[in-house]
C-alpha cells in the first residue's frame, strides 16, 4: 500500500526516541531513505542506524537543536548534501519544555515553548520548500510536510501547558496559509494531531495521574508511539494522500472529538 515510499528522502525532527523514532521505523520498513535529528546523538545512535537499516532503509544522524534558526536551516543543509535532496519533510520535535501556570511564565519560558514548537517547524519548512517543490516537479508527484500538532492546539492544554496548546494550535493554524499559497510548488501540507501517548513527553506522572486520564479515554489507555506512524506513512504517500491536504488527523482514542 506505501509502495511508492521506497527510495524516499524522508526527514524527521526530533526523532532519537517517542513518535518520531517509531515513524522513522515505520519509513525504513517501506524501505525510505530517513534522517533522524535530535539536539545530540543519542548514546545508541549506532544501535538504532543500524536497525533501521536492518528494516530495509537507509538511515542517517543530523545533530541540530531546531530551537534556533540557523540550526534549522543547517539540519535541511546537511540533510539534502546527504541523500541528494528530500521528499518528505516531517516537523516533530516538540514538547512542553516545563509545565509553568499564566503567573509564572516570563519571557525567557515564552521564547523556550515558542522556539521548540513554532520556530522548529517554521524554519525547517522554509528551508525545505525549495527542495521539496524540486522533488515534486522530478518526480512528478506532491510532496509532503507533515507537522506534528496535538491535541492541546485544540483543548488549550493541561495544567501549566497553555503556550504549549497554543504553540500546537499556531501550527494547526499556520498551515492553512502553506496551503493556499504553497500548493501550486505541489506540496502537501498535512498534520498528525496525537492525543496522550505513552513517551518520555509523560515521564512526569505517576500511576495514580495515569490511570486517571486512561479513563477519560474511550479506548481507556494512551496511545503508543507506533499507533502514529501509520498517519505519517499515509500523508507521506502520493499514491495514498495524494488529493489531501490541509488536513488535521487527531489520533487520541476518541480523548477529543474536534
Ligand atoms: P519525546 O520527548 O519522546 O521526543 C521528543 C523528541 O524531540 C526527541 O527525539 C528529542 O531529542 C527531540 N528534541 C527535543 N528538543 C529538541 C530540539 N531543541 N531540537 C531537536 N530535537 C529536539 O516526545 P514525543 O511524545 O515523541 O513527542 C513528539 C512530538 O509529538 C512533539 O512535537 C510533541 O509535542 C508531540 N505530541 C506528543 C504527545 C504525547 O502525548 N506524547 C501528544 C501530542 C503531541
Avoid at 32 to 59: I, S
Avoid at 220 to 234: D, I, K
Wanted: charged share 20%; hydrophobic share 45%.
Amino acid at each position: 500500500m506505501f509502495n511508492d515510499l521506497r527510495g524516499k528522502r524522508v526527514l524527521i525532527t526530533g526523532s532519537t526516541m517517542g513518535i518520531g523514532l517509531a515513524a522513522a521505523h515505520a519509513f525504513a520498513r517501506y524501505g525510505a531513505r530517513v534522517g533522524l535529528n535530535g539536539r545530540r546523538a543519542p548514546h545508541d545512535l549506532d544501535t538504532q542506524l543500524d536497525a533501521l537499516r536492518a528494516a530495509g532503509g537507509e538511515a542517517a544522524f543530523f545533530a541540530a537543536d531546531l530551537s534556533h534558526s540557523e540550526a534549522c536551516k543547517q539540519l535541511v543543509a546537511d540533510f539534502v548534501r546527504h541523500f541528494g535532496g528530500i521528499d518528505v519533510l516531517i516537523n516533530n520535535a516538540g514538547g512542553l519544555v516545563a509545565r509553568r501556570p499564566l503567573a509564572e511564565i516570563d519571557d525567557a519560558f515564552f521564547d523556550a515553548v515558542n522556539d521548540l514548537n513554532m520556530r522548529s517547524a517554521l524554519m525547517c519548512t522554509q528551508a525545505a520548500l525549495p527542495h521539496l517543490k524540486a522533488s515534486a516537479a522530478a518526480r512528478g508527484e506532491t510532496a509532503s510536510v507533515i507537522s506534528v500538532g496535538s491535541i492541546a492546539g485544540h483543548t488549550g492544554g493541561g495544567p501549566g501547558a497553555s503556550l504549549y496548546g497554543a504553540s500546537k494550535a499556531w501550527l494547526h493554524n499556520i498551515q492553512k496559509n502553506w496551503v493556499d499559497y504553497h500548493t501550486t510548488d505541489r506540496i502537501r501540507f498535512n498534520i498528525v494531531s496525537p492525543g496522550t501517548v505513552d513517551t518520555a513527553f509523560h515521564a512526569d506522572k505517576n500511576a495514580e495521574t495515569r490511570q486517571r486520564i486512561s479513563a477519560a479515554i474511550p479506548l481507556g489507555r494512551f496511545g503508543t508511539p507506533e499507533e502514529m506512524a501509520p498517519a505519517f506513512l499515509f500523508f507521506a504517500s502520493h499514491a495514498c494522500s495524494g488529493y489531501v491536504t490541509g488536513q488535521i488527523l487527531d489520533i487520541n482514542g476518541g480523548q477529543f472529538m474536534p
